[in-house]
């Protein structure tokens, strides 16, 4: 069974930056594809970008991209969402969630962390 928990959000001001972790807990990720996800109050939950766990492969959304950038860690099994540039926009719960690569459901989600972008 794959478990996620997210980390590193809080406050920070407009124009910083925070990185965002997912760790992972999996005997093998090979065929997993995570993702990062993040809903604002009265908003539908945002796609941000995720990472073919192998061969390592990245999206990042087009909403974001630029600002945003994903990686990872294989030896720690975690999955990074480096923010840059953030926005009072960004404002919203931040999920990781993982699928297996030939399914088109994210069937395993991460608790989420909060992040908040203040003017």
């Known amino acids: 069974q794959v478990q996620l928990v997210e980390s590193g959000g809080g406050l920070v001001q407009a124009g910083g930056s925070l990185r965002l972790s997912c760790a992972v807990s999996?005997?093998?990720?090979?065929?997993?594809?995570i993702g990062w996800f993040r809903q604002a109050p009265g908003k539908e939950r945002e796609f941000l970008g995720h990472?073919?766990?192998?061969?390592?492969?990245?999206v990042v959304a087009d909403s974001v991209k630029g600002r945003f950038d994903i990686s990872k860690d294989s030896a720690k099994n975690t999955m990074y969402l480096q923010m840059n540039s953030l926005k009072p926009d960004d404002t919203a719960v931040y999920y990781c969630?993982?699928?297996?690569?030939?399914?088109?459901?994210?069937?395993?989600w991460g608790p989420g962390t909060q992040v908040t972008v203040s003017s």
């Open positions: 969630a993982a699928r297996l690569t030939w399914r088109y459901e994210y069937e395993l």
């Open positions: 999996a005997s093998s990720l090979n065929n997993y594809l």
């Open positions: 990472i073919v766990w192998w061969p390592g492969t990245t």
